[in-house]
């Protein structure tokens, strides 16, 4: 059957280009605007705070908990029945687009104003959400606040977390005026769905609307600590130095041959998108690095080898180089399935609206697979411009794109939202 009710694409991407304004930067490199909305920044405050209103202007009941996480509650039929949750995230890396995380919840929040639109109720309750620090870009913990709603990760443990500059994040929450009182740990909904760029090639390359996506890879990030002995770099025998910075250089090029090899299949991915030497002077041996190693596959036997194999390389570079490497393992999560129910729905809707989809598993992790371990959840995807390029200022999805996830996550929300088994 035809669906009978759309959002207003048009205004769906207005939202998306008003709020990439807020933390709007001009990228030196290319010259294009980007978004730098790091979490808990003031930058971060105040585009909190334009949701917020958005949320409130949209006629919702919003409330925020203790770790800034924001919903937006629109009144059912059956009050008393769990909601629907549709969400994402709002902070950004540091050299965002306008894209990621914030259409999950501007295509939420724009069901809803077309649902007001159209007068349309629903059974169960309609939540819009924006969690807190899903990118990890400032502390260092990706998802952490629809982790700590899901009791993943403990309240206080949260709190404690500090970003490079020491400051923590209840301090953050506060300067910001987002430390909420309502009870961290969520209520489970009845499903919870969100709508989010690609963020890579794989749909566009293949002419794809929309990807039904299956679930999203594991994930381990570690932060290394690389001791050795800083000293004059024209004085130094090569043979009498400590240098912390052959030890990153080794384990970064370690990470490239494990991918190369192929011993650990074709999918996984490695990173090393940290590297930072100490004194950081052109004439001195670095003598202390800190750096960041990141691995991911569909595979969790395959990512836990991967990672074994890392661990005794760390131990045979500090024999060899004559330095210490201790490692904190900063974010470890599982390849989480998403639900076939959902999955089957927005295959479903794609095919109601005619749209040309893929079956895809998410590369990047989201508030979806926290989400995931309690309620039915799963993922939409809309494809991206420029190879589906993310995490940089040319990140671009059009509004045709932007608005087919929309209407498919309108769809999938209505025949979650219009039950009432499971209540």
Request: net charge negative; with cysteine; aromatic share 6%.
């Amino acid at each position: 059957m035809k669906p009978t009710l759309s959002i207003d694409g048009p205004r769906l991407y207005a939202s998306l280009q008003a709020l990439g304004e807020i933390g709007a930067y001009e990228d030196p490199y290319s010259g294009l605007r980007g978004v730098c909305r790091l979490a808990f920044s003031a930058a971060d405050g105040a585009g909190r705070r334009h949701v917020v209103a958005e949320m409130r202007a949209a006629g919702l009941e919003v409330t925020v908990d203790r770790i800034g996480n924001a919903f937006g509650r629109r009144r059912g039929t059956n009050d008393a029945l769990r909601p629907v949750m549709m969400g994402s995230h709002i902070d950004s890396v540091a050299t965002a687009g306008r894209f990621d995380g914030c259409l999950g919840v501007l295509a939420g929040l724009e069901v809803v104003r077309s649902l007001n639109d159209a007068k349309r109720e629903t059974l169960r309750p309609v939540v819009v959400a924006f969690f807190s620090e899903e990118e990890g870009a400032r502390f260092s913990t990706d998802m952490l606040g629809s982790a700590v709603a899901t009791g993943r990760i403990p309240l206080e443990r949260a709190y404690a977390l500090r970003d490079p500059a020491g400051r923590s994040v209840k301090e953050e929450l506060d300067a910001i005026g987002f430390r909420g009182d309502a009870d961290e740990r969520l209520t489970p909904p009845h499903a919870y769905l969100e709508c989010h760029v690609e963020q890579g090639p794989v749909l566009r390359a293949a002419n794809c609307d929309i990807g039904v996506v299956l679930g999203v890879q594991a994930i381990c990030w570690h932060e290394l600590l690389i001791i050795g002995k800083s000293a004059h770099a024209g004085t130094t025998p090569m043979s009498l130095r400590a240098d912390a910075g052959v030890a990153a250089a080794r384990i970064n090029v370690r990470l490239r041959e494990m991918v190369a090899s192929g011993r650990f299949g074709a999918e996984l991915r490695a990173t090393m998108g940290v590297i930072a030497p100490h004194p950081g002077l052109v004439n001195v041996v670095p003598g202390r690095v800190v750096a960041s190693v990141d691995i991911r596959n569909p595979d969790d036997g395959v990512l836990e080898r991967a990672e074994s194999e890392l661990l005794l390389f760390y131990e045979e570079v500090a024999r060899e180089e004559k330095v210490t490497i201790t490692h904190r393992q900063t974010a470890r999560t599982p390849f989480v399935p998403f639900a076939d129910t959902v999955r089957a729905r927005v295959d479903a809707a794609a095919e109601a609206r005619g749209l040309w989809r893929q079956a895809i598993v998410s590369g990047a992790g989201h508030d979806a697979q926290e989400m995931a371990r309690v309620c039915t959840a799963g993922m939409i995807f809309v494809p991206g411009e420029y190879d589906g390029i993310s995490h940089n200022p040319r990140e671009l999805s059009t509004p045709e794109q932007c608005a087919n996830g929309g209407n498919v996550l309108l769809d999938v929300l209505l025949s979650f939202a219009d039950e009432a088994e499971g209540a």
